[in-house]
């Protein structure tokens, strides 16, 4: 079973920045994609952002121009750079896997991310 650990959430204040890291237990080349979700009380996990293993991402409309995913194979380690944050961006923010051999895909624990004043 792949572990994916999140981290690097906490309280932050509007308009502040947090970088979030998701380190894997082995080498996230062996995903296909990569990415992170949110879910606030009340609603559906949502889409963040995502990263294929070529290199392409895709954001929500909600976070495009404030946010970068970037990983790191070496530490096979993603990481979702956000700025400019807003108290909607409040929520526990999830890494997901998803792997190149047989589709499986794997959650990280979350991390809560909250923007308040």
């Known amino acids: 079973q792949v572990q994916l650990v999140e981290s690097g959430g906490g309280l932050v204040q509007p308009g502040g920045s947090l970088r979030l890291s998701c380190a894997a237990s082995?080498?996230?080349?062996?995903?296909?994609?990569m990415g992170w979700y949110r879910q606030s009380p009340g609603k559906q996990r949502e889409l963040v952002a995502t990263l294929t293993s070529s290199g392409y991402a895709n954001k929500a409309d909600s976070v495009k121009g404030r946010s970068t995913v970037s990983r790191d194979n070496a530490k096979n380690t993603l990481y979702l750079q956000m700025n400019s944050l807003k108290p909607e961006d409040t929520a526990v923010y999830y890494c997901?896997?998803?792997?190149?051999?047989?589709?499986?895909?794997?959650w990280g624990q979350g991390t809560q991310v909250t923007v308040s004043s």
């Open positions: 997901n896997a998803r792997a190149y051999y047989g589709g499986a895909v794997y």
């Open positions: 082995g080498s996230i080349s062996s995903f296909s994609i």
